[in-house]
């Protein structure tokens, strides 16, 4: 038996040796690299922080000292250590998250993997515990660098300070490669007198005696302490900034030195008030391949070779991304005030592309979405044109300024949401399910979702000439669907993708659902059913074709990967009724629920939105006589044998 099979919890490593736990930690990265291989996951963050948890885990007492993840992809070394161990299902349904999970162990809190939110999280939960007199359990949060380019950690900072008695660590997982830390036995020994009893006692009573002493005592008290604290920052980057939000600090210590890690949190456990920890990590740590990788050090990988870190499943081809990335660098060059702006997303959103042929034209915010939307504003205003590209998650996290700095302005930006709609392994917190409900709330907004990439080109083109409005792009992750002709365009931008002379049914589909669209209607069709099937290209506003068609069919089926809560469908159906058009409206999209990790199709099939399902409900309504047809469908059309032998 590995060291690792025998760790069922926390607990299990008080035991171990000094050399045990350089073991374990050998044993550990070895099994992410050969697991995460073959399943796919984020591996780079996780080799990185493999000693940091060992160390915190050997100090601090999970569950009871309640452990916080941000972003959460960081957690695969906390799961082995929790007693999960079997990965082979990882991010696949059925088998663990990507993220931390509260239904996978008592040992998961925050489950979001939105950046950012822990440290509000560890006020929250180190407030409680204080006000309920469990003064002796610890709350610790595990924040990569990246996360302290948010706004929200830096709102949840200047609401932490030291003079409680609250137990509350900060961990700042720090692969940022950027600093050059000051590691060894100058620094650690201003670590322990910094957090020493005598020192706090000192620092308080000095305070108490300076105040005492009125208006002149707390300006000198200010000088001295301002004066110690230039004296420590020569010795730690980070201590003055640190100090001056009245946040003790420790570090920088080396991330993947075990002793050094523990003793750390110890001063940081026994300290009895907010302390952050600085650990300076490697992403990656251990694997060459990972460590080579100029672009991100293996942060979030596919299947792979795991000696070489090759792929090992042949290239997708064309995807959403990379037709984004070349259309956006072709209109950059010939309009010179398209600008480009992301939070933290340069490659993932494809605008690396864009960088790399205009670098004075792009601007990466970090995870500051909010910043992002109003700072477009301001480009805005000021003549140019910005391209902000986001995860269609993520665009939540900002709507307030999407709706009150860009909409009510009337600025000209163009959002691109990448990965919109059900995304899969990620879980409930990336999905893309909620931006149509809602940003269809915004006022003159205009919103297109793409059926391929040929429209994908075509409508980032036209939302790229609307300087009156915000504009929106959504589109899926992975590869491109077939390119999908229209019949005819209408005069409004409305293609029919599949018209009929029995005017039975029409289908609006909502971008990448136009496949499954059609789909149905030739299964209806075989029913002696007719469907015409349109794409708005533009879904918001409601164009009038859609009214126009509506008002000649029997029923209207919108399908959409959104929810179908205030989802397209929703709309339609209102702007139907406005115009007093009586045809029935079936609203097809996602459930307004929590949408667990599994693969699109999976989640797809769930809902209801395969070309299956959906046909047969349609005929379902037709034999129910709810819906009258042109044609009368028959029993025998609609037998068992007959139904399968017409799926295709």
Request: proline share 4%; glycine share 10%; net charge negative.
């Amino acid at each position: 038996m590995t060291l690792l099979e025998s760790i069922a919890g926390p607990r299990d490593l008080d035991a171990l040796s000094h050399a045990q736990l350089e073991q374990l930690a050998e044993e550990i990265r070895q099994f992410l690299i050969a697991e995460v291989s073959q399943t796919g996951g984020h591996l780079g963050p996780n080799l990185g922080v493999v000693e940091l948890t060992l160390a915190l885990h050997r100090t601090f007492d999970s569950p009871r000292d309640a452990v916080i993840f941000d972003t959460g992809h960081q957690s695969y070394v906390h799961k082995l250590l929790t007693g999960r161990h079997d990965f082979r299902r990882l991010r696949q349904r059925g088998g663990l998250a990507g993220y931390p999970q509260r239904s996978e162990s008592e040992h998961d809190i925050v489950e979001s993997s939105h950046a950012s939110s822990s440290l509000s999280w560890a006020d929250g939960i180190s407030r409680a515990f204080e006000l309920t007199g469990q003064h002796d359990r610890c709350v610790v949060a595990v924040v990569g660098d990246g996360a302290l380019t948010g706004g929200m950690t830096w709102e949840a900072l200047n609401n932490i300070s030291d003079d409680n008695t609250r137990r509350l660590v900060i961990v700042v997982n720090d692969n940022g490669r950027s600093y050059a830390p000051t590691i060894g036995g100058m620094a650690r020994y201003l670590n322990s007198i910094r957090t020493g009893r005598t020192y706090r006692s000192l620092y308080r009573s000095s305070e108490a005696a300076f105040n005492r002493m009125g208006r002149p005592g707390r300006a000198v008290y200010r000088g001295v302490r301002g004066g110690i604290h230039g004296f420590l920052s020569r010795f730690t980057n980070n201590a003055a900034l640190y100090s001056n939000l009245d946040i003790k600090y420790i570090g920088p210590i080396d991330g993947h030195d075990i002793d050094a890690m523990r003793e750390a949190f110890e001063q940081a456990r026994d300290y009895a008030a907010p302390v952050i920890v600085h650990a300076i990590t490697e992403k990656g740590r251990g694997y060459a391949p990972a460590r080579h990788d100029e672009a991100d050090q293996f942060h979030a990988v596919g299947k792979i070779d795991p000696v070489t870190g090759r792929p090992t499943a042949a290239d997708a081809g064309e995807t959403w991304t990379s037709v984004f990335a070349e259309s956006l660098v072709t209109h950059g060059s010939q309009n010179e005030k398209i600008v480009a702006i992301t939070a933290a997303m340069l490659r993932p959103t494809g605008l690396h592309r864009f960088a790399e042929k205009f670098p004075h034209r792009v601007h990466d915010v970090g995870i500051a979405e909010q910043h992002a939307v109003t700072s477009a504003a301001g480009l805005a205003y000021g003549g140019l044109h910005p391209v902000v590209a986001l995860y269609a998650t993520f665009v939540n996290r900002a709507f307030d300024q999407v709706l009150m700095d860009v909409a009510l302005h009337r600025c000209g930006v163009t959002f691109v949401l990448d990965r919109s709609g059900v995304t899969g392994p990620d879980g409930p917190s990336h999905h893309g399910i909620w931006d149509l409900s809602i940003l269809q709330a915004v006022p003159h907004i205009r919103i297109a979702a793409p059926r391929d990439a040929e429209r994908l080109r075509e409508e980032l083109g036209e939302a790229l000439s609307i300087d009156d409005a915000p504009t929106v792009i959504r589109f899926p992750k992975g590869p491109t669907t077939e390119e999908l002709p229209a019949e005819q365009r209408r005069a409004d931008g409305v293609d029919v993708l599949r018209s009929s002379s029995e005017n039975d049914v029409l289908i609006v589909a909502v971008g990448s659902m136009a496949a499954t669209a059609l789909d149905v209607a030739s299964r209806l069709e075989a029913q002696g059913i007719g469907a015409t099937v349109i794409d708005p290209r533009w879904v918001v506003p409601v164009a009038d074709s859609i009214v126009d068609l509506a008002r000649d069919h029997r029923l209207v089926i919108t399908i959409e990967d959104g929810i179908r809560v205030g989802g397209i469908g929703t709309r339609i159906r209102q702007v139907l009724r406005g115009a007093g058009v009586d045809t029935a409206v079936d609203e097809l999209g996602v459930p307004d629920e929590f949408i667990p990790h599994a693969s699109r199709e999976q989640i797809l099939e769930d809902a209801g939105l395969t070309a299956r399902q959906i046909a047969r409900d349609v005929v379902a309504q037709v034999l129910g006589s709810r819906i009258p047809v042109a044609r009368p469908v028959s029993e025998a059309s609609l037998s068992p044998e007959k139904t399968t032998e017409n799926r295709g």
